[in-house]
C-alpha cells in the first residue's frame, strides 16, 4: 500500500512492489493520459511532474512516490479551464498525431514554474527530453513562448 | 471564403491536450485476452514444426495459433499478395510472425512466447540486392527474387549526351529508415452488437484493413469491421496490416475481446522500413545549365516482401529528373526480394531517395558550371505545357519556378550571414539547395474516394469519409471543406469517420492524396447536397430552381431577397434524410510497360528549400541553423495545417540526412535509432506558394510528403557547400562527413 498526492489529491492505493509509476496510472488508476511510447526513458511520452519535477515514469518504480506529489496531464486542466500551455499549445497548432503532447505539456509546465521567463533555448533545452516526430517542435515552442509573454506581460 | 484558407485549430486537439484521446493501448474493454506473437530467429529458415504443449500448460494460456488456424488466404499485401499473417512453411526475416498465443494475463502470453519451439531448417540467406539477383542466389520466393523492373524512356539519351557539354555521373546509396511513430501498435479485437470481427487500432486505411481480414477470415467483407483509434503518427508505416491479423484472428475463433500491445522494440523490428536505394545517376548539360539527358539506374531492396516495393520502383523512377525539363530520360529501375527486414510505404515513396540524387547531380552541376545553384533550377524547371519524362503534357499549377523565385533572397541573405565564419575558425558554413516535385495519390492507378453527407429532419448535418486522420488534419480539412460548400460552421456538422461500419471507401492516407482526392470526394458530396435542398426547396416553396442558390447554411431566392430558408428547415419539412453523395477519381491512365509512357498523376506539388548548414570540421558534426522552405501546394484549405506539415516534415528530413539509419540485427529502440530532439532541427521559415490546381477543391493539391523530400538534399548540398566535399550516402554521420573532410586535406598539398 503506498500513498501519495496524485493531481491535488491524497490517495492510497495498492501496488506490487516491481510496478512502474506509468504502469500504476495508466492501468490501476486508469490515468490513460500519460502515454507509453519506448518504456526505456528514451521518449518522454510518460512524462510527469514527481514534486514539480518532470520524470519519466515508465523508468520510477511505484512505491518510490510514497508521500510524494505526482501530477498528470490530467490534472493539470480540463475542458472548462484549459491551462494556459493547453490553449497555447490548440491556437498554435503545436499538436499533431498527440501522442507526445501530455508529456510535452507536463516538461513544459514544469519548466514554466521553475522558471516563468526562459529563453528559447531553454525551452529548446526543457522538451529535449521528449521525441516528437510530427511537428518538428517549431509550434510547441512557439506555443510556449507565447505563454511566456503573457506571463511577462502579466508580471509587468 | 469563410472557412477554407483559414488555420482553424484540428477539430480533434481538445481532447488530445486533455489527455483524452484513446490511442491504440488506451481503448477500454471487459477482461480481455491478451496476445503475444511468437516470432521467428532466422532470416531464411523452413519451418519443420512448431510445439505448443510446453507453452499450453502455462496457468493462464487460453490458446495458441499457427498457420493452421487461418481459414482464409493466408496472404496479404497493398500490391502483391506474398505476405502470410502467420508464417505457415518458411520464415524469410528475423521477426517474422510464426504463431500467436491468447492468455489470460500479459505475463502468461510473454511466458507462453517463449516456451513456443520451432524447429527450423536453415536455408541460405541473402543479405543484399546485388546477391540477390546473382544466377546461384536462393529464392526468396517461388516467382524469383526480382519483384519488379520498371523502365521510362524519352527521346534518345545517346544524343542527349553528345549534345552534352559537361557529363555528371555518381552513385547515391540510401539506407533503412525507421517511421519511429511513437505510438507502439496496438488495439483491440471483439465481436460488435451486429456480430462482425471488429478490430480497432491505429491505421491509415480502414477499407484496406478490412478487405484483408475479410479474406484472411474467407468472411463477407460485411461481417468484418475496422475503426481507426486514435492515431500516433504513421508515415506510411501503418498502411500496412500490423496488429490487425492477429486480433482478427483471435477473436474470429475466441468470441471474445482480446488485446495485443506491441512492444516498442517489436515496433522496430516488425514495421516496415523506407527502401534502401542505390542510385547510379548520369547528368549531360549545356555550358548554361540546360539539361540534355539523364540516365539513371536504380536498384532497391525490399526485403522479405513486396509491400509497397513495386510502387517505390516506380515511383522513383519516375521522379528521377527531379521537377525539371529533361528532353532525354532513360531510367531502369528494379526492386529486389532479399531477407533484409521488409520496407515498404515511408513519407515518399522512394521520391526521398531519388531526389538525394537528382539535387545532389544538379548541385555538381551548378558548381562545374559555375551557376548560381537557384540559377541553374530555374533554367531547367518544368513549365505549364512541358511534357514530363512520361510523356504527360503539364496542364496547370506547375509552382516549381515560383518557388525558386521567392526563396532567392533567402540564399543572398544566407551568403551575407557566412561572412563572419572566419571568427570561429573550425567551424565552416554553407548553403543548400534544393527542388522537388511530387505526384498527388497512386501511380497509374485508379485511386478513388467516396464520401457522403446527409442532413436530417431534426437538423443534424452528418458528414461521413472513411479517410484515416493520422495527426496531419484530415478531420479538419474534411469539415472546412464541407463548411464552406454549405456555409455552416464547422462545429454544426457531425464528422463520422474512418469506421467501415459507417463510412465508405477513401483509399489509404498515403501519396499526400487525401486533400485532393478525399477532399474532392468530400467536396462533390457537399455539392450533391446542395443540388438537393434547393431542388427540395424549389419543391416545397413553388420557385424556380434556376433562383434559388444556398449562402451561409440558407436556401436563399436571387429575384425575391426577403426569401431565406435555412437548409435544416427544409430537411425538417422533407420529414426525411437528404443526402449528398461525392466520388472522386484523378485522371490518371497506366504506364506503357516498356517505355513508362502514360499519365501517373492527376497533379503534383512542386517545392524548393533552402538550408543554412555549420560544419564543425574537427568533429564532423553538421549542424542545421535554418531551413527556407517553400512549397507549392495549390491552396492552403488550412495554412496552419499546411505549415504543421511543412515543419514537420523538415524535421524528419533532417534526421533522414543526418542520423537515420535502421541497421538490421542492432538497432532495436530508439536508444540506438536516433530521431531529431528539440535541440536538433532547424528553424523553419515556411512559405506558401498557391498556383491553383483546377481539378483540386478550392485549388488544393498536397503537402504531407514534399517537405522530407526536399530537406536532405538542400542539407547534403549545403555540407558540400561548407566543406568542399560531398557526401553520398545517407545519413550524412559524423563519421562519414569527417572523412569526407580528411579526404580532402589528403588531397590538397
Ligand atoms: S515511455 Fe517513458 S520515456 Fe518513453
Ligand atoms: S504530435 Fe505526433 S509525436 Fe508529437
Redesign the pocket.
Known amino acids: 500500500m503506498i500513498r501519495f498526492i496524485l493531481n491535488g489529491r491524497e490517495i492510497e492505493v495498492e501496488v506490487p512492489p516491481h510496478w512502474t509509476l506509468l504502469r500504476l496510472l495508466r492501468e490501476r488508476l486508469e490515468l490513460k493520459g500519460t502515454k507509453e511510447g519506448c518504456g526505456i526513458g528514451e521518449c518522454g511520452a510518460c512524462t510527469v511532474l514527481l514534486d514539480g519535477m518532470p520524470v519519466n515514469s515508465c523508468l520510477v518504480l511505484a512505491p518510490k512516490v510514497e508521500g510524494r506529489r505526482v501530477e498528470t496531464i490530467e490534472g493539470i486542466g480540463n475542458k472548462e479551464s484549459l491551462h494556459p500551455l493547453q490553449k497555447s499549445f490548440i491556437e498554435f497548432g503545436a499538436?499533431?498525431?498527440?501522442?507526445?503532447?501530455p508529456g510535452v505539456l507536463m516538461s513544459a509546465k514544469s519548466l514554466l514554474e521553475r522558471n516563468p521567463h526562459p529563453t528559447r533555448e531553454e525551452i529548446k533545452e526543457a522538451i529535449s527530453g521528449n521525441l516528437?516526430?510530427?511537428?518538428g517542435y517549431q509550434q510547441i515552442i512557439e506555443a510556449i513562448e507565447a505563454v511566456v509573454n503573457h506571463l511577462k506581460r502579466e508580471t509587468i | 471564403m469563410k472557412y477554407v484558407g483559414i488555420g482553424i485549430p484540428n477539430v480533434d486537439v481538445l481532447e488530445k491536450v486533455l489527455g483524452q484521446a484513446r490511442y491504440g493501448a488506451d481503448l477500454p474493454s471487459e477482461s480481455p485476452l491478451h496476445l503475444k506473437v511468437v516470432r521467428s530467429t532466422k532470416p531464411h529458415a523452413k519451418i519443420v514444426e512448431i510445439l505448443t504443449e510446453e507453452a499450453l500448460c502455462i496457468s493462464g494460456v487460453e490458446r495458441i495459433f499457427t498457420a493452421k488456424d487461418i481459414p482464409g488466404r493466408n496472404l496479404v499485401g497493398t500490391i502483391t499478395k506474398d505476405q502470410p499473417v502467420l508464417a505457415s512453411d518458411r520464415v524469410r526475416y528475423v521477426g517474422e510472425a510464426v504463431a500467436l498465443i491468447a492468455a489470460e494475463n500479459p505475463e502468461a502470453s510473454e511466458e507462453a512466447a517463449k516456451k513456443v519451439i520451432v524447429i527450423y531448417e536453415d536455408l541460405p540467406h541473402v543479405t543484399s540486392p546485388e546477391e540477390a539477383l546473382s544466377i546461384d542466389a536462393p529464392l526468396i520466393h517461388e516467382k524469383g527474387n526480382l519483384l519488379l523492373e520498371f523502365h521510362l524512356r524519352k527521346g534518345d539519351v545517346q544524343t542527349g549526351f553528345k549534345e552534352a557539354e559537361v557529363i555528371i555521373e555518381e552513385t547515391y546509396t540510401t539506407t533503412w529508415v525507421d517511421h519511429a511513430y511513437?505510438e507502439p501498435d496496438a488495439g483491440l479485437g471483439y465481436i460488435d452488437e451486429e456480430g462482425r470481427v471488429t478490430v480497432i487500432c491505429p491505421t491509415q486505411n480502414v477499407h484496406y484493413d478490412q478487405k484483408e481480414i475479410a479474406s484472411l477470415l474467407s468472411l463477407p467483407l460485411e461481417k468484418v469491421r475496422i475503426i481507426q483509434s486514435t492515431t500516433?503518427?504513421g508515415f506510411g508505416g501503418r498502411l500496412d496490416l500490423t496488429v490487425q491479423g492477429f486480433l482478427a484472428l483471435a477473436t474470429f475463433h475466441l468470441k471474445r475481446p482480446v488485446k495485443l500491445i506491441y512492444t516498442p522494440e517489436e515496433v522496430f523490428q516488425v514495421i516496415s522500413k523506407r527502401h534502401p536505394l542505390k542510385i547510379r545517376y548520369k547528368s549531360g548539360a549545356k555550358k548554361d545549365g540546360t539539361l540534355t539527358a539523364v540516365e539513371v539506374d536504380i536498384l532497391g531492396d525490399t526485403g522479405a516482401y513486396a509491400s509497397y516495393g513495386p510502387t517505390v520502383c516506380i515511383r522513383s523512377a519516375i521522379h528521377a529528373t527531379g521537377p525539371y525539363k529533361v528532353p532525354n530520360v532513360k531510367v531502369r529501375s528494379r526492386m529486389v526480394y532479399t531477407n533484409n527486414p521488409w520496407s515498404g510505404a515511408m513519407r515518399g515513396f522512394g521520391v526521398p531517395q531519388i531526389a538525394f540524387a537528382h539535387e545532389s547531380q544538379m548541385d555538381i552541376l551548378a558548381r562545374v558550371l559555375e551557376i548560381d545553384p537557384i540559377e541553374i533550377r530555374l533554367r531547367n524547371a518544368l513549365q505549364v505545357g512541358y511534357e514530363t519524362a512520361t510523356g504527360q503534357p503539364l496542364m496547370a499549377s506547375v509552382g516549381i519556378g515560383e518557388t525558386l523565385k521567392k526563396i532567392r533572397i533567402f540564399t543572398e541573405e544566407a551568403r551575407g550571414g557566412r561572412k563572419d565564419e572566419s571568427r570561429e575558425p573550425k567551424i565552416k558554413r554553407g548553403i543548400g539547395v534544393s527542388s522537388m516535385w511530387y505526384g498527388i495519390g497512386y501511380t497509374g492507378i485508379a485511386n478513388p474516394s467516396t464520401a457522403q453527407i446527409e442532413i436530417h429532419p431534426e437538423g443534424e448535418i452528418r458528414l461521413f469519409t472513411g479517410v484515416a486522420d493520422i495527426?496531419q488534419g484530415s478531420n479538419t480539412i474534411a469539415l472546412q471543406i464541407a463548411s464552406e460548400t454549405l456555409g455552416l460552421p464547422p462545429d454544426e456538422i457531425q464528422l463520422i469517420h474512418a469506421d467501415t461500419g459507417f463510412t465508405t471507401d477513401a483509399g489509404p492516407t498515403a501519396a499526400s492524396r487525401q486533400t485532393y482526392i478525399s477532399g474532392n470526394a468530400i467536396l462533390r458530396a457537399s455539392k450533391d447536397l446542395e443540388r438537393k435542398m434547393i431542388k427540395e426547396a424549389s419543391r416545397l416553396f413553388g420557385i424556380g430552381e434556376n433562383d434559388l442558390f444556398l449562402e451561409e447554411g440558407k436556401i436563399k431566392s436571387r429575384r425575391a431577397p426577403r426569401i431565406s430558408i435555412p437548409i435544416k428547415e427544409i430537411a425538417k419539412r422533407c420529414g426525411t434524410v437528404i443526402r449528398g453523395e461525392g466520388t472522386f477519381d484523378p485522371e490518371t491512365t497506366p504506364l506503357d510497360p516498356e517505355t513508362g509512357k502514360g499519365v501517373p498523376y492527376a497533379t503534383y506539388a512542386f517545392a524548393t528549400h533552402v538550408a543554412e548548414v555549420e560544419v564543425d570540421m574537427e568533429t564532423g558534426k553538421v549542424k542545421v541553423n535554418r531551413v527556407i522552405a517553400c512549397h507549392d501546394v495549390g491552396k492552403a484549405i488550412n495554412p496552419k495545417n499546411v505549415i504543421g506539415q511543412i515543419i514537420g516534415g523538415v524535421a524528419m528530413g533532417t534526421g533522414f540526412a543526418l542520423m537515420e539509419e535502421f541497421i538490421p540485427g542492432k538497432t532495436t529502440s530508439f536508444v540506438n535509432y536516433l530521431i531529431p530532439t528539440s535541440k536538433d532541427v532547424p528553424e523553419v521559415i515556411p512559405i506558401i506558394v498557391e498556383d491553383k490546381e483546377p481539378t483540386g477543391p478550392f485549388g488544393a493539391k498536397g503537402v504531407g510528403e514534399c517537405a522530407l523530400i526536399a530537406t536532405a538534399p538542400a542539407i547534403i548540398n549545403g555540407i558540400a557547400d561548407a566543406i568542399g566535399k560531398r557526401i553520398y550516402r545517407l545519413p550524412a554521420s559524423l563519421e562519414r562527413v569527417l572523412e569526407a573532410i580528411q579526404k580532402r586535406k589528403m588531397k590538397s598539398p
Open positions: 499538436v499533431q498525431c498527440g501522442f507526445c503532447t516528437c516526430r510530427c511537428t | 511513437l500516433g503518427g495527426g
